[in-house]
């Protein structure tokens, strides 16, 4: 069980990263999660300087996530493999400063079927090893999440939760219910089998035919089992509410009290 809850700002894309702070924590956030995307992360190095002070000014706890649209650890070109291992370096040093929770990785995807799937693993395997080197002398914990769909996703339900059999532990899991349902995946049964690695849940719907990021209970997700599974899931599991941009903050609140009456955080 964990106490906390977690809004995503994604929520609140391309506005003020500073007001969607303020507002979200007026919106009941216990801990947040910056996405780093979006028109107020374009001058990245001046943003990142202005947020680790702005961040100080708050009495709770931040996870960061490095930029998501544009970004591919194992693309065909390398060179956009080379700067998605920068962005994502940077992003961890912007965590380490503001002592945050986790980074989230994605660890790829692969666009098109003439592609192989099991080098663009290799390569995925390859570039989080090197940021684990990265991540593990500042104690920042890596959160690799199981992104693409519609033929995207460079794992199966099970090469992902073997993924980081050989990893370094600085590195754990992050489920996303959305991503996973889109693939037809066991939603309880990855928690159950990741949960001693399993750092967070991005908690959202959809209708099983677009990544939506819907509020609970707005798509097609059989959210009881779920809901029985993250009863039981370790302490540091952070849940992270995120939904579109432009959904209504009060969903959020809601979301949060519907999980306050099912016992899966608390006050």
């Known amino acids: 069980m964990n106490k906390d809850i977690c809004y995503s700002d994604l929520i609140l894309l391309t506005n003020s990263v500073e007001q969607n702070i303020r507002k979200l924590v007026?919106?009941?956030?216990?801990?947040?999660?910056?996405l780093m995307d979006g028109v107020e992360w374009d001058e990245m190095d001046s943003q990142i300087e202005k947020?680790?002070?702005?961040?100080?000014?708050?009495?709770?706890?931040?996870?960061?996530?490095?930029?998501?649209?544009?970004?591919?650890?194992?693309?065909?070109n390398k060179a956009i493999r080379d700067t998605s291992f920068e962005e994502y370096k940077r992003s961890i040093l912007f965590a380490h400063e503001i002592?945050?929770?986790?980074?989230?990785?994605?660890?790829?995807?692969?666009?098109?079927?003439?592609f192989d799937k099991a080098i663009a693993r290799k390569r995925a395997e390859e570039y989080i090893g090197r940021l684990c080197q990265v991540a593990k002398p500042l104690g920042v914990k890596l959160a690799i999440e199981n992104v693409g769909y519609n033929g995207t996703s460079i794992f199966t339900e099970d090469e992902f939760a073997?993924?980081?059999?050989?990893?370094?532990?600085?590195?754990?899991?992050?489920?996303?219910?959305?991503?996973?349902?889109?693939?037809?995946?066991?939603?309880?049964?990855?928690?159950?089998?990741?949960?001693?690695?399993?750092?967070?849940?991005?908690?959202?719907?959809?209708?099983?035919d677009r990544d939506d990021h819907l509020p609970i209970g707005e798509?097609?997700?059989?959210?009881?089992?779920?809901?029985?599974?993250?009863?039981?899931?370790?302490?540091?599991?952070?849940?992270?509410?995120?939904?579109?941009?432009?959904?209504?903050?009060?969903?959020?609140t809601e979301s949060k009290q519907l999980m306050l009456e099912k016992g899966l955080i608390f006050h």
């Not at 997700?221 to 509410?241: A, G």
């Not at 579109?244 to 959020?252: C, F, Q, R, S, Y």
Request: include cysteine; hydrophobic fraction near 40%; proline fraction near 6%.
């Open 219 to 252: 798509g097609t997700l059989d959210w009881r089992p779920i809901f029985n599974e993250l009863e039981n899931v370790n302490p540091n599991c952070q849940l992270i509410l995120e939904y579109a941009p432009g959904t209504k903050l009060e969903k959020l």
């Open 26 to 34: 007026n919106y009941g956030a216990d801990k947040i999660e910056l």
């Open 162 to 208: 073997a993924f980081l059999d050989e990893t370094d532990d600085i590195a754990g899991y992050l489920i996303d219910t959305g991503h996973a349902h889109l693939n037809q995946w066991n939603i309880p049964e990855m928690i159950r089998c990741t949960n001693s690695r399993l750092f967070g849940v991005h908690i959202h719907d959809n209708s099983g």
């Open 51 to 76: 947020m680790k002070k702005v961040v100080k000014n708050y009495n709770i706890k931040f996870m960061v996530h490095p930029p998501a649209w544009d970004i591919n650890l194992t693309s065909e």
């Open 99 to 114: 002592e945050a929770e986790h980074v989230v990785i994605h660890p790829g995807f692969c666009f098109s079927p003439i």
